[in-house]
């Protein structure tokens, strides 16, 4: 059963955030978005990050797998602050290392579900048949066999998902990032989206950190971290 834990973690953690902040400045002044949130994840933890629209979870996520910079503090992956790597290591962390999965897909739509699933390893330069294969085996794994030459606009929501979740799996990340992952789908296909995670949290050796709205895939989490206000509560 979930429940909501402090910040402090295992000594053993996999990433390691200390005194997080990240503000932008507008012509009004100041806008602080992250407020020095610390936060230890353990290898294989699933958790939940939830809070009210604006509370910073998206920007946190963001961070948290090298797609912003903040303004201080520090992400640690395996001791390593990501932040000190340079573009190119931080751009091949990001691919090798990480998958994302947002609420809208952004599956690109003049391509089919495969060669959607296939991107990250063709931009990680994988030889073409080795990328096919792995996305094959994933499209397959998430019950979309039958769909690999369909582009986005000939799938459902549920499987546009499904395609986004291949795609986020395909160069084997440790860790997987799921912003919002049934925030735009119907419950029955909500359901059917954890359930897929679920097993392949399991099938794939994975951490998984969830941004949602959603109390029942809070609930089937490790642990729930809680934001207001760009902090975390207890």
């Known amino acids: 059963m979930s429940e909501t834990h402090n910040i402090t973690g295992a000594s053993d953690a996999m990433i390691t955030v200390a005194g997080l902040c990240k503000r932008f400045e507008t012509d009004e002044g100041t806008i602080e978005v992250l407020r020095g949130i610390d936060l230890k994840v353990r290898a294989g933890e699933r958790i939940a990050i939830v809070g009210a629209s604006g509370a910073g979870k998206s920007t946190f996520m963001h961070l948290l797998g090298g797609l912003d910079r903040p303004s201080a503090g520090s992400v640690r992956f395996e001791g390593d602050e990501i932040f000190r790597f340079s573009s190119a290591q931080l751009d091949a962390f990001r691919n090798r290392t990480v998958g994302f999965v947002f609420q809208f897909h952004q599956l690109l739509p003049e391509f089919t579900a495969l060669e959607n699933a296939m991107l990250p390893a063709r931009i990680a330069r994988l030889p073409v048949g080795e990328a096919r294969e792995r996305a094959e085996r994933l499209l397959h794994g998430v019950g979309l066999g039958h769909r690999l030459s369909h582009k986005p606009g000939q799938l459902s929501g549920g499987e546009q998902q499904r395609v986004a979740i291949a795609r986020a799996l395909v160069m084997g990340p440790r860790l997987l990032l799921a912003d919002e992952p049934t925030g735009n789908l119907d ?17 794939c050796n994975l951490t998984l ?14 642990r729930i971290i809680r934001m207001s206000d760009g902090s975390v509560v207890p």
């Open 187 to 203: 419950s029955v296909t909500s359901a059917e989206i954890l359930a897929l995670l679920d097993r392949l949290h399991a099938e």
């Open 209 to 222: 950190i969830v941004v949602t709205h959603s109390e029942m895939l809070a609930a089937r989490m490790d």
